[in-house]
Nanobody, 124 residues
Framework: QLRLVESGGGLVQPGGRLKLSCAAS????????VGWFRQAPGTGREVVAC????????NEAGWMKGRFFISRDSAKNMVDLEIDNVAPEDTAVYYC?????????????????WGQGTQVVVSS
């Protein structure tokens, strides 16, 4: 089955840029819609960015004021998330997930496979 592993989290200063990656094994990630979600302590899981199997992206909708950019690296069977101008409010565990729905899906319930998450801490 499909397995997802996030990487790239850690401590980053406010105003900086951060790249998170989601690596897949056991399947071809191009065949799935992929979403990035985050969860801060005491909160629910929040959608950050999504990309469909046809490469429609939430980037184009201007979500999160355009600070979150999702893209595919098909040659590496990966999906990346770039965060610009990070702020303390971005501190959370970030998860990638894959959905067999293929379309641009935005709710956690629609995703079938999840990574373990990577911790992002934004602090000066």
């Amino acid at each position: 089955q499909l397995r997802l592993v996030e990487s790239g989290g850690g401590l980053v200063q406010p105003g900086g840029r951060l790249k998170l990656s989601c690596a897949a094994s056991g399947g071809t990630l191009d065949h799935y819609a992929v979403g990035w979600f985050r969860q801060a302590p005491g909160t629910g899981r929040e959608v950050v960015a999504c990309i469909s199997a046809n490469d429609e992206r939430t980037n184009e909708a201007g979500w999160m004021k355009g600070r979150f950019f999702i893209s595919r690296d098909s040659a590496k069977n990966m999906v990346d998330l770039e965060i610009d101008n990070v702020a303390p409010e971005d501190t959370a565990v970030y998860y990638c997930a894959a959905s067999s729905i293929l379309a641009l899906v935005q709710t956690p319930e629609e995703y079938d496979f999840w990574g373990q998450g990577t911790q992002v801490v934004v602090s000066s």
